[in-house]
Nanobody, 120 residues
Framework: QVQLVESGGGSVQPGGSLRLSCAAS????????MGWFRQAPGKERELVAT???????NYADSVKGRFTISRDYIKNTVYLQMNSLKPEDTAVYYC??????????????WGQGTQVTVSS
């Protein structure tokens, strides 16, 4: 069974930095796009950043220039380096991956979510 496990959330003051990690494990044949989404209280889940199997990246306008998504293809892990954090970045951050499993079945997988709080 495929799993995504996240780590790295926490509390930080405005202007600070955090690094999120998300590791995929299980019977994996191939991983296509991986990415990060976030959901603030009372708001819908929104895309933060994605990275394709070929390394192309995409960012929400609100995080461009501050966040960097990267990927370790050997470890099946995606990272989100978040710098210059703002209070409006406060949310639960979810990892997402489009994975083809060992049975060649393709599906969307989600991590359990990790809380990021930016506050003075």
């Amino acid at each position: 069974q495929v799993q995504l496990v996240e780590s790295g959330g926490g509390s930080v003051q405005p202007g600070g930095s955090l690094r999120l990690s998300c590791a995929a494990s299980g019977r994996i044949f191939n991983i296509n796009t991986m990415g990060w989404f976030r959901q603030a209280p009372g708001k819908e889940r929104e895309l933060v950043a994605t990275i394709t199997g070929g390394g192309m990246t995409n960012y929400a306008d609100s995080v461009k220039g501050r966040f960097t998504i990267s990927r370790d293809y050997i470890k099946n892990t995606v990272y989100l380096q978040m710098n210059s954090l703002k209070p409006e970045d406060t949310a639960v951050y979810y990892c997402n991956a489009k994975i083809v499993d060992g049975s060649r079945y393709r599906d969307d997988y989600w991590g359990q979510g990790t809380q990021v709080t930016v506050s003075s």
